[in-house]
Nanobody
Framework: VQLQAYGGGLVQAGDSLRLSCAAF????????MGWFRQAPGKEREFVAA????????VYVDFVEGRFTISRDNAKNTVYLQMNSLKPEDTAVYYC??????????????????WGQGTLVTVSS
């Protein structure tokens, strides 16, 4: 599935931002979806994931309670609502889709489709 992420930008600490990731074919609902991020000088890390129908979500501990992943299969779109942003959330955020036998995944190697990334910068 071809993915395009958007919605990044420059915000202040404490602000909210919603990222979107649109899929450009009808197979979107067959993929579990995830968000990853990569800060400058750091490795890409898992942020959040949702199962194919959105009934199950998982988060990395440092965004739990602040970020919410959701999807709308009718619109072929997955979202990442980010609240109470912190400077350490500054990173390029990538959406990804996986169609392995997994139900949901935190592992980047279980995702086989990646969007191009959208930059989120949080100023203090």
């Amino acid at each position: 599935v071809q993915l395009q992420a958007y919605g990044g930008g420059l915000v202040q600490a404490g602000d909210s931002l919603r990222l979107s990731c649109a899929a450009f074919d009808h197979t979107f609902s067959t993929y579990y979806m995830g968000w990853f991020r990569q800060a400058p000088g750091k490795e890409r890390e898992f942020v959040a994931a949702t199962s194919r129908r959105g009934g199950r979500t998982v988060y990395v501990d440092f965004v739990e309670g602040r970020f919410t992943i959701s999807r709308d299969n009718a619109k072929n779109t997955v979202y990442l609502q980010m609240n109470s942003l912190k400077p350490e959330d500054t990173a390029v955020y990538y959406c990804a889709g996986g169609d392995t036998r997994a139900f949901i995944s935190r592992k980047s190697n279980e995702y086989n489709s990646w969007g191009q990334g959208t930059l989120v910068t949080v100023s203090s």
